[in-house]
């Protein structure tokens, strides 16, 4: 700086120009105004100048006369260039040249006369005065100063003490205590306080501190004392101090610091006059302790809830009780005086909220609140805060309450008008009040108040950019419920009311964010303050006190206190009593019974404490077994339907729980919507229904109500309506009905990866009840606009929407049924006619309406080809009928009526009944039969409506394009088992559905193939079924053979229902022809042989399923058994031997699987009780003798003759051309099979079983001693290929009846593909034993050979259903097929009734078989042939098929021209042509055996096609209708003709 303002070149050139630039430069400075770095500046200049002089560089007189002319600039340079030479005085004396010091006093001394003495004085050092001559010496000097210092600093000028000064003083108190009501001002008095200062020499600051004293003791006049102090204090830091000691004063020990000197302070702080950082630190106690003390009261109350947790012994729990006490009493004899607290309460009642906000900071959280008067004085402050708003929104109707004033206080917050003013101090404040706010319910119900009203704003507001801005308030409401208020609710103590007022503005929340409240309030709120933690523990002390007393007999003061409980803590109360329900489910009654004082607010709380429950993902939803479901979530599930039935509690959470739950792929939790269903709408699924439930099940809506279920659930109006309700406000309905029907499947494939079978099952079946349940709870609940809305039409249900086809049938049938009655009752009132010929027209025209557009939907549901046979109209109206459609249940009807009558009477006859419940009782019991007899009359007029109009459809349902076996094959893949296997009614409507299909004599229905098929073999259908299914199926079966049993049981019935039937035709032409002609009829005796063979098929499905071991085979056939006990089985050994195999599995099982024993046991005790009811074979269908017998105990093995006349009807094909060798084939083949499995069964029983029981000893003999030459004989006659059995096995001849049934049938390919591999696992079981097997079929087929010949010829004529080239692709299909199913041999005749066992009759099949010959010497005999058949067999096999190929069917008209010839001789032919068609002698173990065989007999059958092939093709049905004839009339030379009939054959 000294460069740029004294330049060297100002020195060098001094005289000519530097002094004139030095001196410009002072005056330019001193033009300019006094600033501060401009007098800088000037400084600067003139030191550099001075210090040149001292350097020498520049004579003193120069520069003094220089400093002479500066000093007229201005008036301060003097004492500028005094502190100028003070600086330099300073940093002169301290060097060491003592040129540089002389000159400088030089100067000093020249420049004398610009600067006073005075100021040089006071600026120089003493010395340096002395050396100038201003003063004599310094010592003297400094010696003076020091006596003027003390005498003004430190000598008292001032009184400080009051009795220094007591008149000054007391004139000061009496001023300062005058009345101020006055006009006196804080300016006047201040006036006098400064006189008395003056006057007395009263020490100011002594002043101050009175001032503060008075001000104390009038702490409320606020408006004098603050603008006095104001205007009387200089600095703030001095008041502060004061204020400082004040509070230090009452910190000793048990010191307490008055409430006044609070209240300045706060004073003092809210108008800024002291800082709060400055006070903060003279007050205790310190922010450290406050922390400590604050861990140590969580800490307390932990270890509380701790020990209230756990199991103290009595007399260790009075010990603890007395410590406590103590602890207790030591903390309440004196707590420390907190002046922090103190000052905040001050603060707060002023209404200063931003300091006591920043005091309430410094410490933890809620620390301040959880002092009471803290809580209440920020309570007092928000009540001021929201009166405005309050009273202008808050203020129900009616209420006046009491108006709060406002605080006088003019700096006091500002008090809110609008909701948005809220969030500016309000929403703040609460949070910082959390869960205190209990300790005012005043305040707690305003501010819940304002959020209802403030939600209904919300609501109601239409406009979306104010709904925006209203969202945050709505989210800081959230946040106070969460944070305040319900925290608050849990301190109260058991306030309903407040309770109650919560409710109302949490139920206009969505019950999402109410649960999402309740879950912050369960399993967080309560671990964040002490006084909760203690709270959760004692709630939950006196829940398990509670609970353990509680009892059915106690329910109402248990009740009682349960509700008083739950009040303030419902959270923690409900889930210690679900955790015991879960447990216990004894419970669930008693805690249902004892809920009924329970808040809304509280039934909320339940209802997300039972789906919290329910979601717990530490439990697990199945028992270690795997194959049931859990305990405690049937527990949960019971408890659900109970408390939502009886209490007002929203279901939405629980049914959007359930659909997540589906959505998720978890059918778990479909148990909770079956109860909640079943007892909210009194809806009952259960397959285990009486028959007069089931009956009652078909009738209207009451009937069911009355009859239909096991529990009369009563009153279900109002619960059903909010079920109703909550489905359709959440839009749940339809979701949850399609999520159902796509989760049965699911089960399987998605949820049924590691799981056991029986639990897989066990959800399909819960998933698909609960769909039927859900199902009829919205057919019979919802409006038909409802209904209709939501329901989309079946094709888009099942394209769409993937819904299997008989859900997607069950969800619409109520759909249209509503439609036809509503466009019914349209066309009624559109045309007035009572006429009930005009009404059946009008409903049928209704029909057509509604269902025309059903039929074009359902054509998209199948391939094209499915409706060659079937008509959309069929099966339209097939999947839309129920069995209310059917027929009236008047014996359900009369039932109840007759129950009611009983009622009334009992009524009338209670004497103890007061007389007013005795009329009310006898009036609900005649309105409940005035509306049974109602709904009948109504029933039976709409059952014949739709009969009429099934009888105008009926001709137009099938179509026959193609086979009536295949017809009938679709109708029921498509129709009946997808259907029977629905419902137990839906069981029931499929039998009655195909009873009315045939009394309706619809075309090209043949109702004897549709049983036929339905009971042939149900071993696949039985093994594919659930439990439940299995019930279902069993009842199917069951209502069949109720129908087939009536028919059975009186010749009268069946010709009367079946006689003229077209559905009982043998003979199907292709012309369409369908009756008329008594000889196409089956007849009566032929149909009861049909149907031994159907018993006899189920016995032997039966039985092998028994024998699989498989645990849902086993179970499924033993459900199925018993649900067709009351009709089957009624032949005595069939029933025996079913008796002997169920004691089996009892046996076995007993150890193994319980539930199987218990089933076996169950049937096995019903079927000794049926017993009675059995009849011997000979009874229940006509058995002929044996023309001749050989010996006794042997069986006649003469020509089958079983329903000759059906079965000659049922070879004509529809159109004919059936070929005579391809048949004679089939026959030999089942000939040869036939005989595998009887030779086989024989060891296999005599191996096992020991000897029959009407076996006798001699008879055995005789059969040896026979067997033995016939052995000798076969043996020759082997040698021969020509001559060999197989080749003269041409046609064995079948059962005739199955002639009529299986011949005609095509076998569906999936029969075909099950019926493949059932062989294969058969045969791969047992070829351990082939070669013994083999040599049991070589001996048998040569025993017969002449009787195969013979009846080669009689089959010859009959023709297989199959069209030619259908039969020539499935022909080796169709002989495994029927090897397969045709069960019963037919060379057996005369077996014996009382047969105990199938095992034991195997041995009376044919008179040669025996066990004499060792094994041993069989084998390699048996080896050796069976090897040799099988190279013979192969070549055949190849020119055979060549052969097949260039087949010529001529003979078809030759056979016509002898239908009517053929027919004559064949009605002439008497009963006893037929033997028994489905031998009980055969028994499952022989057909088993048989088809383990099945490799040998069919390699041996394989030699024979040749012959065969040769043989028919030449032999004319003339010829055979001979050779039939001769052998009906001549039976006592049967063996003669055997042999003719082989060599013409030949």
Known sequence: MAALIFPSDWLKNWEKSGKNEFLQFCQDIAGKPSVHELVKDLQTALYELCWHVIQGNLKVDVAASLLADVMDLRDDLPSILADVFSILDIETSCLEEKRKRDHFTQL??????????????????????????????????????????????????????????????????????????????????????????????????????????????????????????????????????????????????????????????????????????????????????????????????????????????????????????????????????????????????????????????????????????????????????????????????????????????????????????????????????????SHDPILFAKIVRLGKSFMKEYQSESSQGTKDKMDSLLSCFLSIADQVLLPSLSLMECNACMSEELWGFFKLFPYHYRYRLYGQWKNETYGTHPLLVKIKAQTVDRAKYIMKRLTKENVKPSGRQIGKLSHSNPTILFDYILSQIQWYDNLITPVVDSLKYLTSLNYDVLAYCIIEALANPEKEKMKHDDTTISSWLQSLASLCGAVFRKYPIELAGLLQYVTNQLKAGKSFDLLILKEVVQKMAGIEITDEMTVEQLEAMTGGEQLKAEGGYFGQIRNTKKSSQRLKDALLDHELALPLCLLMAQQRNGVVFSEGGEKHLKLVGKLYDQCHDTLVQFGGFLASNLSTEDYIKRVPSVDVLCNQFHTPHDAAFFLSRPMYAHQILSKYDELKKAEKGN????????????????????????????????????????????????????????????????????????????????????????????ALQDKLQEEEKKQLEHVQRVLQRLKLEKDNWLLAKSTKNETITKFLQLCIFPRCVFSAIDAVYCARFVELVHQQKTPNFCTLLCYDRVFSDIIYTVASCTENESRRYGRFLCCMLETVTRWHSDRAIYEKECGNYPGFLTIFRASGFDGGNKADQLDYENFRHV????????????????????????????????????????????????????????????????????????????????????????????????????????????????????????????????????????????????????????????NSNGSSTLNSAKGNKEKEEKEKTVKEKKEKKEKNPANTPEAKAGAKDKPKEEKVIDGKEKTPKADKDKRKEDKKEEKSKNDGKSAEKERDVSNDSKTKESVRVEKSAVAGPLKSVVPRSEGLESEREQKRRKVDTHSSPSHSSAVKDNLNDFKDSAPKHHPNHSTALSKSKEKDEEKKDSDKSRDRSKEREKKEERKDRKRDFSNSDREMSQEAKRRKDENGMSSSKHSKSASPSESPHSNDSGKRSKSTSKDKSDVTKPEKTSGGKKESRHDKDKSEKKRDSTGAKEDKKHHKSSEKHR
Not at 342 to 347: P, Y
Not at 1147 to 1164: I, V
Not at 1191 to 1205: D, E, I
């Open 108 to 437: 000093v001394g020249a420049c004398l006369f610009c600067v006073p003495d005075s100021v040089l004085k006071e600026r120089l050092d003493p010395e340096t005065l002395e050396s100038l001559g201003l003063i004599k010496q310094a010592q003297q000097f400094n010696q003076k100063i020091v006596k003027i210092k003390t005498k003004l600093f430190y000598k008292q000028q001032k009184f400080n003490l009051l009795r220094e000064e007591n008149e000054g003083y007391a004139k000061l108190i009496t001023e300062l205590g005058q009345d101020l009501s006055s006009n006196l001002t804080s300016l006047l008095v201040l006036e006098n306080i400064k006189s008395l200062i003056g006057c007395f020499n009263l020490d100011p600051n002594r002043v101050l501190d009175i001032i503060l004293e008075v001000y104390e003791c009038r702490s409320d006049q606020d408006e004098f004392f603050i603008p006095l102090i104001k205007s009387y204090m200089c600095e703030h830091q001095t008041l502060c101090h004061m204020l400082g000691f004040k509070f230090k004063f009452h910190q000793e020990p048990n010191g307490e610091t008055p409430r006044s000197l609070y209240h300045i302070a706060a004073a003092l702080l809210q108008h800024n006059l002291i800082s709060l950082e400055d006070l903060y630190v003279h007050l205790l106690p310190v922010d450290s302790s406050i922390v400590e003390e604050h861990k140590r009261e969580i800490l307390e109350a932990k270890q509380i809830a701790r020990k209230l947790t756990m199991v103290v012994v009595p007399s260790e729990k009075t010990d603890d009780k007395d410590k406590e006490k103590e602890k207790e009493d030591e903390k309440n004899e004196k707590p420390p005086d907190n002046q922090k607290l103190g000052l905040l309460e001050a603060l707060l009642q002023i209404g200063d909220w931003q300091h006591a906000q920043s005091v309430m900071d410094q410490m933890p959280a809620f620390y301040a609140t959880s002092h009471k008067t803290i809580a209440i004085a920020l309570c007092q402050l928000l009540h001021y805060s929201v009166e405005p708003l309050y009273r202008r929104a808050g203020v129900p109707k009616g209420a006046k309450g009491r108006l709060m004033t406002r605080m006088r206080n003019k700096q006091a917050l500002r008090p809110a008008e609008t909701f948005q003013d809220l969030s500016r101090d309000v929403f703040t404040m609460l949070c910082y009040l959390g869960p205190h706010l």
């Open 835 to 926: 006429r009930q010929q005009q009404k059946v027209h009008k409903y049928i025209a209704a029909c057509e309406q509604v269902m025309t557009p059903v039929h074009e939907a359902v054509v998209s549901l199948h391939l094209p080809k499915v409706w060659d046979d079937l008509r959309p109209q069929f099966y339209a109206t097939f999947w839309s009928l129920t069995m209310y459609d059917l027929a009236v249940p008047n014996n359900a009807y009369d039932r109840e009526v007759n129950k009611l009558k009983m009622q009334i009477k009992a009524i009338d006859e209670n004497t103890e009944m007061p007389l007013n419940k005795k009329k009310k009782e006898k009036e609900r019991c005649t």
């Open 1091 to 1246: 149907v031994h063979k159907w018993h006899y098929k189920l016995t032997k499905a039966s039985v092998h399923c028994l024998e699989t071991g498989e645990y849902t085979h086993i179970r499924n056939i033993l459900i199925v058994l018993t649900k067709i006990l009351p009709w089957y089985p009624k032949v005595l050994n069939l029933g025996q031997a079913l008796e002997c195999r169920v004691h089996k599995i009892f046996q076995e099982e007993k150890e193994k699987r319980p539930d199987l024993y218990a089933l076996a046991m169950g049937y096995s005790g019903q079927l000794k009780g049926r017993k009675v009811h059995m009849v011997p074979e000979n009874e229940f269908h006509h058995k002929e003798q044996p023309v001749r017998s050989t010996t006794p105990g042997t069986v006649q093995n003469g020509p089958g003759k079983t329903a000759g006349t059906a079965a000659a009807s049922a070879g004509k094909t529809e159109d004919g051309s059936a070929d005579d060798s391809e048949k004679s084939k089939d026959k030999s083949q089942a000939v040869q099979k036939t005989a595998s499995k009887t030779s086989s069964a024989a060891n296999k029983v005599n």
